[in-house]
């Protein structure tokens, strides 16, 4: 059993169904890797900093696993036209957190900030990090989601950022000999942008509650 | 036969031009057009830009006609891809400063003189329509032009910072050069660079 919290912005007008499935698909695997572990889904209305500046401080004495799926820019995470986590306003609650954000550009200063204030690791995009539509939505959510499900397996955390890498780059060959290119070249830079702060070395053995 | 249109805007030759001759062996009747209005050459011009397109360009017109400098300004105003050889009368030294400025640093490919040879000027134009050839929205464009066009028009990706781009969209923003279509440029010389590295392509020859 582990401790998992979701944060997905389902009514995000261009990618809501896309936040609402990579939540889904990451749900399904948690509920067959590991039943039995809590999982606490924050859809958009509790996207909010409020909720977020209530709730952590609430389960941050163990270690926990906090996943975003919504819009990102550089220092903070946004949902309902304002930020939910921002760098210098509450990075700081997420001690004893694996963080992973599927969202663009957070590893570029928000990914930095949380593990500076304790959070034990940071996995995102230091840039922009396209999703793909219609047939490629899964292939798309799949390479979002591999690194946190190959953790769920029981691998470490560098183990399944690597092949997480791997992954992409076998989605890109895939995407390029489907005669894709443009697709091919944004699963490439999402690729290139993936970024893991902080200690490396942690498996889920580490996250178990009883 | 070649697929860049070449169009002439000048209000002093005629269809039977000797440069319009040969450069319609060369490019087929369709695609070589002249246009002796300026305006509805800028129109023709503008209307087009999903194809490759060189323009060769007069700088006098006769009054109430935008100048030749105004055209190449309405051009560069929606896109920097359609290449443009000034071919005039004027001396160089006889042209407006301001003009010239206007000219050099919005890239018109090259001033040619009136009484250039005919060959001089074609195989300028045929430099510019290889470079053409060669450029990674032309490329593009014939990738795209290859989908259905209700394909072209839906949304294909999803930046998350909320914006969507149909294929079309993608090809315009590649065109006029806005931060989108230059990083979308960038991503597929990485993706290539990427794949060539990991020997996943070779280059020919």
Redesign the interface.
């Known amino acids: 059993m582990a401790n998992f919290h979701i944060a997905f912005d389902h009514n995000n007008v261009t990618l809501g169904l896309y936040f609402e499935k990579s939540k889904a698909d990451l749900i399904n695997h948690i509920n067959h890797a590991i039943p039995l572990s809590v999982v606490n889904e924050i859809n958009s209305d509790r996207c909010n900093q409020a909720y977020i500046d209530i709730f952590i401080p609430t389960i941050n004495l163990s270690n926990f696993i906090f996943v975003a799926y919504s819009h990102g820019l550089e220092n903070k995470l946004t949902a309902n036209g304002g930020s939910y986590i921002e760098s210098d306003i509450n990075s700081n609650l997420f001690t004893n957190c694996f963080f992973y954000s599927m969202s663009c550009l957070t590893g570029i200063d928000l990914g930095k900030k949380l593990a500076e204030n304790n959070s034990h690791t940071f996995i995102g995009y230091n840039d922009f990090a396209p999703a793909l539509l219609g047939k490629y939505m899964k292939l798309s959510i799949d390479c979002d989601n591999f690194a946190i499900k190959k953790f769920i397996d029981g691998y470490t955390i560098v183990e399944s950022f690597n092949s997480m890498k791997t992954n992409f780059t076998a989605a890109v060959d895939y995407l390029e000999n489907k005669g894709e290119p443009l697709l091919a070249s944004a699963l490439r830079k999402s690729r290139d942008a993936l970024v893991l702060y902080g200690d490396s070395s942690l498996t889920i053995a580490g996250f178990h509650i009883n | 036969m070649k697929t860049t249109k070449i169009v002439v805007i000048h209000d002093d030759i005629l269809e039977k031009d000797p440069l319009l001759v040969v450069l319609r062996e060369e490019y087929g009747a369709d695609n070589v057009i002249l246009k002796k209005k300026s305006k509805e050459g800028l129109n023709y011009v503008l209307d087009n830009l999903s194809q490759k397109m060189v323009v060769i360009l007069d700088l006098n017109f006769k009054a109430g006609e935008p100048s030749g400098v105004q055209v190449f300004e309405g051009i560069r105003k929606q896109t920097s891809l359609v290449y443009v050889i000034i071919w005039t009368a004027s001396a160089l030294e006889d042209i407006n400063r301001e003009d010239l400025k206007s000219m050099i640093n919005n890239d018109a490919l090259a001033f040619m003189s009136s009484t250039d040879d005919i060959e001089k000027i074609v195989s300028k134009v045929n430099s510019a329509s290889h470079q053409l050839d060669i450029r990674i929205d032309s490329a ?1 464009e014939q ?1 795209i032009s290859l989908h259905p066009e209700s394909e072209k028009q ?11 781009y149909s ?1 079309n969209e ?1 090809l315009q923003e590649i065109r006029l050069k806005t931060p989108f279509g230059m ?2 440029e960038k ?2 010389l ?2 290539a660079i ?2 060539l590295s ?1 020997g ?1 392509k070779k280059i020919d020859g």
């Open positions: 593009l990738w839906s949304p294909y990706i999803l930046s998350r910072d909320g914006k969507s294929l993608i990083e979308t991503d597929i990485l993706l990427d794949m990991r996943k």
